[in-house]
């Protein structure tokens, strides 16, 4: 039964039982890589499928597809039966992004040339597809500083020096950023260790560290014994690290090369092997690379802020409050979890120690204006280092930001005055604000409740905003909100999201003359001079802003998923604040495996800086449904656009 679902049925399965909503079959199309009139045909086939084990596939027109299940019971016994056929397919790669991984994998861990014909099988793809595989494959490996070599008629294989093997298989098949519990058995699961003793270079290494007081985060750690692991692991397969005499002599210096050469010698007497001098250098770097365990006294952590460090620090603590207008001079924490970081970093960097961060695309759309000064330290650093910052480190150094961006809301943090009016009575209105006061969970001064009649009297009171349960004709510059007079949970979280956004009627940045439909181009770049050109043409923004932009999406993709991409400047601007509406007449890669078909450049006055992060994170919660995604794309003019937008907005508002 379970073999008549093939990997796209499945993929598409998947995807509908993932999802609360009707998902149209053109997002279906542009998320599994095949055209609409494929999915149409395969939901069909689905249905069919489906259903004699209860369930259904309901397709509502203007709407798209969704999963009805009728018999829990018979759906259940169908996911149970095909549950190996998921994991399975879920296994295989089918993006050209999961394919391109895993054909780096395979090539890393084979110690003998693999053909094409392999690769093809392992993957149930065409050899010309392989072929279009290989060329991004390569692209990635220059970033390694390797090559793929065709070795006559027997296959392909890896080369190039031994420490950026290392460095590749670091990230491309271990990639740990998560601390695991049961770390022995992930390195047994990893099955790429095969006469080296995990256990024992655990002890080693830990018995040498805690005698040296030198304290590692737990991530740290477990990454460093991994590290030393794949050492060991190819010097017993004689392939050794042969380091240039000038990195050599730099190491020796470090403070961390004797306690690398402690464990060296500890390793040699363990497992009978002669370790060579570049070795120990080899775990040095990872030492200095390794994020320190932070300690609560702020004075043990004073030796590593040393002079060039404490510059660097302040430098970019200035340079963001010059482009972003927000101030962190007096954020101490701040400057110590930099320094502790920067430390480790500087040197990762200066030694070619490529870094991948699994958080990047969440803290690039969740946390954008962290992101952002990321950027700007990145900016600084590389001016100071002649070293290039790519954007997994960014995403790194943004985290601290993000830190001090959340210190900095809660040290701002005002109460709300509310004014609440109501003419039920006095039992109901006590009753109102006896709920808003116990269950509305916000930082909020209420004032009273008062009758319509006294409207006059509660403007002189100056609330910041008005609960009211009847329209109010009365002409006031105080927000109001419209509530009912019996509460509950979906209604104060509504209610909560209002007043957390008012003053921040974010639609009014869009401009109806930067609205533009049915954009012709394939790449990224053409689109965005496209949609800069049209607001230079229109006196949005100069020169310098587009410039900006431009610079700001070479250094990392604003393509935030689900068909968006937000381009904006590296900093905030002296023009005025608007959001230009470019939606593509086809999605186009804008990134590896990442496609676009709605573009909103989002350009922010610095007298709104403050609430750049408030307002990308409502542009990425409202673009996060694909229902709304398909309305906006599908929007034949700005006020449809504008009023889809609204809807959404409203629904992101009631879900969360």
């Not at 007497?269 to 994020?291: N, V, W």
């Not at 070619?352 to 695309?361: A, E, I, S």
């Not at 006095?426 to 930082?443: E, P, R, V, W, Y």
């Not at 937000?566 to 604040?577: G, Q």
Request: proline share 2%; charged share 30%.
């Amino acid at each position: 039964m379970a073999n008549i679902f093939n990997g796209r049925l499945i993929l598409i399965l998947n995807k509908l039982l993932n999802s609360y909503e009707f998902l149209t079959s053109s997002y279906l199309a542009e998320m599994i890589g095949v055209s609409s009139r494929t999915i149409r045909s395969d939901l069909k086939e689905l249905k069919k499928l489906l259903f004699p084990y209860g369930a259904d596939i309901v397709s509502v027109k203007g709407k798209g597809n969704k999963l009805r299940i009728v018999n829990e019971k018979k759906f259940n016994e169908l996911l149970k039966d095909i549950s190996y056929q998921l994991k399975y397919e879920n296994n295989i790669p089918h993006s050209p992004y999961e394919r391109v991984n895993y054909i780096i994998r395979r090539l890393l861990l084979e110690k003998n040339p693999l053909t094409l014909e392999n690769l093809s099988d392992e993957m149930y793809i065409s050899l010309s597809t392989i072929k279009n595989d290989l060329k991004n494959v390569k692209s990635i490996l220059k970033d390694f500083k390797l090559n793929i070599v065709a070795k006559g008629n027997i296959g392909i294989t890896i080369e190039g020096e031994e420490i950026y093997k290392r460095f590749c298989i670091s990230q491309y098949i271990l990639n740990r950023e998560v601390v695991k519990e049961d770390i022995d058995n992930e390195i047994e699961d990893i099955n790429i260790f095969n006469d080296i003793d995990f256990i024992l270079i655990k002890r080693v290494l830990t018995e040498e560290l805690i005698k040296q007081k030198f304290y590692l985060a737990d991530i740290a750690l477990n990454n460093l014994m991994i590290h030393i692991a794949i050492a060991m692991e190819r010097i017993v397969e004689e392939k050794y690290i042969p380091l240039e005499n000038a990195k050599i002599n730099i190491l020796k210096k470090e403070k961390e090369y004797n306690i690398s050469k402690n464990i060296v010698e500890k390793l040699e007497r363990a497992f009978q092997i002669k370790i060579p001098d570049s070795e120990i250098c080899y775990i040095t770097m990872h030492l200095l690379g390794s994020k320190l365990l932070e300690k609560k006294e702020e004075q043990d952590l004073l030796y590593l802020i040393n002079d060039d460090i404490k510059k660097l620090i302040l430098k970019i603590i200035e340079e963001i409050n010059t482009k972003l207008n927000i101030d962190f001079t007096y954020d101490k924490k701040l400057m110590y979890s930099l320094a502790l970081h920067l430390r480790p970093t500087l040197h990762r960097v200066k030694f070619d120690m490529n870094v991948r961060n699994p958080l990047l695309d969440e803290i690039k759309s969740k946390y954008s204006l962290a992101f952002q000064m990321g950027i700007i330290a990145a900016s600084i650093i590389e001016d100071e280092i002649k070293y290039k910052i790519d954007e997994n480190e960014i995403g790194y150094i943004a985290m601290h930001f993000g830190g001090a961006i959340e210190r900095k809301k809660k040290l701002n943090q005002k109460t709300k005055k509310i004014a609440i009016i109501c003419s039920s009575g006095m039992g109901t209105s006590n009753l109102l604000l006896a709920k808003l006061k116990n269950s509305l969970n916000i930082d909020a001064d209420f004032i009273g409740t008062f009758p319509l009649h006294k409207i006059k009297n509660v403007i002189k009171l100056k609330p910041d905003v008005i609960l009211t349960t009847i329209p109010i004709k009365e002409k006031t510059n105080i927000p109001t909100i419209l509530v009912s007079t019996i509460l509950d949970d979906s209604d104060l979280i509504h209610i909560r999201n209002k007043i957390k956004n008012i003053n921040k009627n974010f639609e009014d940045f869009f401009e109806k003359d930067l609205f533009f439909k049915d954009i012709d181009y394939s790449h990224k770049l053409d689109v965005i001079e496209f949609l800069t050109q049209k607001m230079i043409e229109k006196n949005y923004i100069n020169k310098k802003v587009k410039k900006s932009i431009i610079e700001r999406e070479s250094v990392s993709s604003t393509a935030i998923g689900n068909l968006i991409a937000i381009p904006h400047p590296l900093e905030a601007v002296e023009v005025k604040s608007s959001i230009c509406i470019g939606i593509l007449k086809e999605s186009i890669e804008w990134e590896k495996d990442r496609k676009v078909q709605l573009v909103l450049v989002l350009i922010l006055a610095k007298e709104n800086a403050n609430i750049f992060e408030e307002l990308f994170n409502t542009l990425y919660q409202v673009t996060k449904s694909p229902s709304s995604v398909s309305k906006l794309i599908k929007s034949n003019d700005f006020e449809k656009f504008h009023s889809n937008f609204i809807i959404g907005k409203e629904t992101m508002n009631k879900w969360n």
